[in-house]
């Protein structure tokens, strides 16, 4: 008996101590899920293909061939045995090259159809400024946009060089040459037969015989040199393509889960942020990397990402705030002094020689500054819901640790991604995933590039790191990244008209954020350029306070149908300031 019950209370025990591993997974089992969930890059290289679209001498890289060389010849790959991915790009060695071609790709879904090709769009005029240490970088590239195809299993890329505008003309010019020797000929010819014909046994008409038959051979002469040059031009003029081309397989992966409950993830900031003592809205987002992100809620409730920069970075600027101490509200008791004279206080005129007692002139200097600042905050708007990085799942190990900001935020550029419009709304914390990882690991800058995201939803989706308050320099506007910020519209919009969601979401995103730095979204202002296609470097450039990218670089972005959508962006920012 003595012996079954030690057996029963061993048994027992040991299903004691086995429950709390079974519920709670211990670090390794953590470790691997956040392996898993930090999603991947496969990189293919593209070469060099033959005239039946298939990689030439077996898919070998063999670098700059005599004539031409391979960098005017078509490059693609297929692969099939990769794993899953849902986004792609194609991308090269130097940011400052240009793709003088057309990249297409066509994808396989997994465990359905190839899609048909699509085109990857140019990208050099979304990225940081020329003289940023984020372009100038040894791990910086070239890339066209990434182009979110959903999840896939096989890949079909093609880059095709483009005929140069020279050799178009060469070509056109040597087509007119064959055709004007093509009528001497016929001339000739012509004279030939008259001579015959006037005096066939003559002298003259042996000579002009012969005349004519050297003309027929310097006509034909000509036509073969005309046709030669044609195909020379052809053959000469097409455009070298970048170094190091090759294709893109992101893999987003999943969002890390937290512990509790599964919403976590996916917990957006309250509407109104909560003051600081010193007056200060606080941020999220700005916590190093690898930290655990915080909310920015309530009292006493947890935050969910700090606000104040990490690392080697000085302590970023704020936005100005309405007065040098917090505006007491006018149902709560106030100790701190009104700007204008209390009932009970003494009404002693004041004596200009007695200088404890400030004269007029320094009243009126001081009431204006108060009306002044009264009126800027006036000019505020409510802080829309706004999804952190880590409710969409961002993985901090992969950014480089610290911030980089600007003095303040005088212009926001709207742009649309040019990732296609194929997504669902639940997709688009994965879509945002695997362009931050392009952007981070495929072009090698230091963060995801635009300040804030927006998809067809109207959900707004915090950038780049380093505080949502704050003016935290992306790489979004080629030669205009200071003092601005970059909202992106998740889409192509092109001839697509975006969702009325997304756009007042970018007006209540816009009121909002421009207010904190007392910006009316209806004005305009002045940058000066970093450089590009539009601007030279240094020019001082009159801009509307919200812009679209292509006011600032030539560029289609952000589409003419959301470039249309502007002026009622402005508009409706503007009313929800209160202007």
């Known amino acids: 008996m003595r012996a079954y019950l030690a057996?029963?209370?061993?048994?027992?025990?040991?299903?004691?101590?086995?429950?709390?591993?079974?519920?709670?997974?211990?670090?390794?089992?953590?470790?691997?899920?956040?392996?898993?969930?930090?999603g991947s890059t496969q990189s293919l290289p593209l070469r060099p293909l033959g005239s039946r679209g298939s990689p030439v001498g077996g898919g070998l890289d063999r670098g700059v061939a005599a004539g031409r060389g391979d960098a005017a010849v078509e490059r693609g790959v297929t692969a099939s045995g990769v794993r899953p991915f849902s986004l792609v790009g194609v991308v090269w060695d130097r940011p400052a090259a240009e793709l003088r071609g057309r990249a297409q790709v066509r994808t396989r879904a997994v465990g359905g159809a190839w899609s048909p090709w699509r085109e990857l769009l140019p990208y050099g005029d979304e990225a940081p400024d020329p003289d940023s240490p984020e372009l100038r970088?040894?791990?910086?590239?070239?890339?066209?946009?990434?182009?979110?195809?959903?999840?896939?299993?096989?890949?079909?890329?093609?880059?095709?060089?483009?005929?140069?505008?020279?050799?178009?003309?060469?070509?056109?010019?040597?087509?007119a040459d064959a055709a004007k020797a093509d009528v001497d000929e016929d001339a000739a010819k012509a004279d030939v037969g008259s001579a015959t014909d006037a005096d066939a046994g003559s002298a003259d008409a042996g000579s002009a015989t012969a005349d004519a038959g050297s003309a027929t051979a310097d006509a034909g002469s000509a036509t073969a040199d005309a046709r030669a040059g044609d195909a020379g031009a052809a053959d000469t003029g097409t455009a070298a393509l970048p170094s190091g081309l090759r294709l893109e397989l992101i893999d987003p992966g999943e969002p890390p889960a937290r512990p509790g409950s599964e919403?976590?993830?996916?917990?957006?900031?309250?509407?109104?942020?909560?003051?600081?003592?010193?007056?200060?809205?606080?941020?999220?987002?700005?916590g190093a990397p690898g930290a655990k992100p915080t909310a920015v809620g309530s009292p006493g409730r947890p935050s969910w990402g700090a606000s104040g920069p990490s690392g080697p970075s000085a302590q970023p600027p704020s936005p100005p705030a309405p007065s040098a101490k917090p505006t007491p509200r006018p149902s709560a008791p106030s100790t701190e002094p009104l700007p204008y004279p209390h009932p009970h206080t003494s009404t002693q005129q004041?004596?200009?020689?007695?200088?404890?007692?400030?004269?007029?002139?320094?009243?009126?200097?001081?009431?204006?500054?108060?009306?002044?600042?009264?009126?800027?905050?006036?000019?505020?708007?409510?802080?829309?819901?706004?999804?952190?990085?880590?409710?969409?799942?961002?993985?901090?190990?992969?950014?480089?640790?610290?911030?980089?900001?600007?003095?303040?935020?005088?212009?926001?550029?709207?742009?649309?991604?040019?990732?296609?419009?194929?997504?669902?709304?639940s997709q688009a914390p994965?879509?945002?995933?695997?362009?931050?990882?392009?952007?981070?690991?495929?072009?090698?800058?230091?963060?995801?590039?635009?300040?804030?995201?927006?998809?067809?939803?109207?959900?707004?989706?915090?950038?780049?790191?380093?505080?949502?308050?704050?003016?935290?320099?992306?790489a979004h506007t080629l030669g205009f990244n200071t003092n601005s910020m970059g909202v992106a519209v998740l889409g192509t919009?092109?001839?697509?008209?975006?969702?009325?969601?997304?756009?007042?979401?970018?007006?209540?995103?816009?009121?909002?954020k421009l207010g904190l730095f007392k910006r009316n979204p209806r004005g305009t202002t002045h940058l000066v350029s970093g450089g590009g296609n539009k601007y030279?470097?240094?020019?001082?450039?009159?801009?509307?306070v919200i812009a679209g990218h292509r006011d600032g670089f030539a560029t289609e972005c952000p589409g003419k149908r959301l470039y249309k959508k502007l002026g009622s962006v402005r508009k409706t920012a503007a009313r929800l300031q209160g202007r």
């Open 7 to 38: 057996s029963s209370i061993g048994v027992a025990c040991t299903a004691a101590l086995a429950l709390p591993l079974a519920l709670y997974p211990g670090p390794a089992h953590a470790r691997a899920e956040r392996t898993v969930a930090a």
């Open 137 to 175: 970088g040894a791990r910086a590239h070239g890339g066209t946009a990434p182009l979110w195809v959903g999840p896939s299993d096989a890949v079909q890329a093609r880059v095709r060089p483009e005929r140069s505008a020279t050799a178009d003309a060469d070509a056109a010019k040597a087509g």
């Open 493 to 512: 919009f092109t001839s697509k008209k975006p969702s009325a969601k997304a756009v007042k979401a970018v007006a209540k995103l816009t009121a909002w």
């Open 536 to 544: 030279k470097k240094g020019a001082k450039v009159r801009l509307h």
């Open 263 to 286: 919403r976590a993830a996916l917990r957006a900031l309250p509407e109104h942020p909560v003051p600081t003592a010193g007056g200060e809205v606080s941020a999220a987002g700005g």
């Open 350 to 425: 004041p004596n200009p020689t007695n200088p404890t007692t400030a004269p007029p002139s320094a009243l009126d200097a001081d009431a204006n500054a108060e009306a002044a600042k009264v009126a800027a905050a006036r000019y505020r708007a409510p802080r829309p819901r706004i999804v952190t990085r880590a409710g969409w799942g961002a993985d901090e190990k992969i950014r480089e640790a610290g911030h980089v900001y600007s003095k303040t935020v005088k212009v926001a550029f709207i742009h649309h991604t040019v990732t296609g419009n194929n997504y669902r709304c």
């Open 430 to 474: 994965s879509v945002i995933r695997g362009i931050y990882r392009y952007h981070v690991k495929s072009l090698g800058w230091r963060d995801y590039g635009y300040n804030f995201t927006i998809d067809k939803c109207g959900k707004i989706y915090e950038g780049r790191s380093g505080g949502v308050t704050k003016a935290v320099r992306g």
